[in-house]
């Protein structure tokens, strides 16, 4: 028998989808929920893994920050639709030149989306990733639009238009209200110009509006709303705007986003949750127990509010949960829980459960995954341990210790044991040669797993064989000695 949770959950389906095929009938089929696939890892999960891994969840759409020719390699010929990243680094010169764009959409689209057996199902390129994040500053104000819109000639070009559509995902805090409540949703007033113009050529052009959601930084920095309310639960004191009662950030931050675009004239278009999930270690109430709570508290209340009669602009057209997997190499400039966003750990495994309404009652593991060893890198207690803390920062400042800050999951362990985590992580980071054990004679190689609790000390994965070098490492191992050896021919020729 089906559980009530997976009956409601293809209810939702069965809605979103209706919707989509009123309002997007072009996209050949359409799931509701897809994730994303951030590769901001030190020992990433090779792609042909995190394939099966989708597979084997029936995750049908997959967000990516860039266009790695590798991953784009692993989904090809499969049925995942796609959305592709361009950095914000790259936007500069995609506004200032339609060569630029074209050379991006000839080497990173053409090749992948053409017909046949290998074909990637690309269905969105995201220009930029939050290019309007505040702590940005403005930086990328001139060059979003701009950049937008030579991709979209690029393909029109390319006549790929037809199949491909440009978006710009962009950050919660593009939006404003001071009141807190939805009905006075606005933009930002030092981006409201540039989102104007947004809209104007996503509107012109059908493609949906992508929208970061983040109830827990709301919770986490602006610290306006409750964990009760951030987390869906029943108990949490509402909000009343007047016309309507708010139980939860996630529909109050969706409101003032309605609110916001209608005000700006665009009341229609369509809306996709670009990001949106909890955090489980790197701070306070960034824990699984939270994250499945909000998890589940997200999917009941999209089924509940489906089940009611709503127009499309209601309820998001698509969502993509962030993320898939832990990113060890992801910025901690905002905070030590951006390595900790995933559905999965580094290495695949589910942190907790929950039915993301694609017909499968339990996340599925990544099977076989290759791993180092079973070794550690601890501190030798027997020793002088006066230089340890420096040298534990040190690696640190390498390595990943967002485990060890106040609130984490290895926050408790007392000296010296956070300086042997500090000394494993970068001991693993670099592989477990000998020599990243050294840290001048106080570090100890162990086959004894130093895992305490909650506090996960890790292995990390082999690197797959099958990875090509890259470019650059290519020209440093064999074209450049070649370089050098014909310059000093050439030197001795002409002395
Ligand atoms: C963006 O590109 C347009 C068209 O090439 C150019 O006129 C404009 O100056 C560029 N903007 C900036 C800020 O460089
Ligand atoms: C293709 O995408 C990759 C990764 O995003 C980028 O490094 C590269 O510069 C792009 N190619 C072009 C021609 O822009
Ligand atoms: C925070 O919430 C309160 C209501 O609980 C509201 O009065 C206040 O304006 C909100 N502040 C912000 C910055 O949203
Ligand atoms: C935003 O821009 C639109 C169009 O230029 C204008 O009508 C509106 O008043 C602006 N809103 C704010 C808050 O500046
Ligand atoms: C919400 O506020 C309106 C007036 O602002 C009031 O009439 C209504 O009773 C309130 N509803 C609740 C449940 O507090
Ligand atoms: C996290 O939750 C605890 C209670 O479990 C609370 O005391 C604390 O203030 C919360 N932390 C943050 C950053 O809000
Ligand atoms: C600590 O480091 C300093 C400077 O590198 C060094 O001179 C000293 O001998 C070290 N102390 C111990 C106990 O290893
Ligand atoms: C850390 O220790 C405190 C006090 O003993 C305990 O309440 C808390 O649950 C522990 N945290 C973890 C992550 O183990
Ligand atoms: C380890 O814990 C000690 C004592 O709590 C603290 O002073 C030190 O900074 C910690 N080191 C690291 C790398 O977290």
Redesign the pocket.
Known sequence: MASPNSVSISILSLVLVSVLSISTFFIPEVEAIGVNWGTAASHPLPPPKVLELLKANKINKVKLFDADPLVLESLSGSNILVTVGIPNSMLRSLNSSLKAAERWVHDNLTRFVSDGATRVQIEYIAAGDEPFLESYGEQFYPFVVGAAANIHTALVKANLANKVKVVVPCSYDVFRSESGLPSKGHFRPNVNKTMMELLTFLSKHQSPFFVTLSPFRS??EV?NIS?DFALFRERARPRNDSRKIYKNSFQLSYDTIITALSRAGFPHIDIVIGQIGWPTDG???ATSSHAEEFMKGLMDHLHTRSGKNLSPQDLPMEIYIFGLLDEDQRSIASGNFERHWGLFTFDGQAKYQVDLGQGSRKLVNAQDVQYHSSKWCVVNNNLDLSNATALALDACSAADCSSLSPGSSCFNLSWPGNISYAFNSYYQQHDQKAESCAFGGLGLITTVDPSVDTCRFVVELRASLSVPLHGHTLFCLIISPMVTILLYLIRDVFS
Do not use: C, D, R, W
Request: proline share 0%.
């Open positions: 919770y986490h610290k964990l701070a306070a109430n």
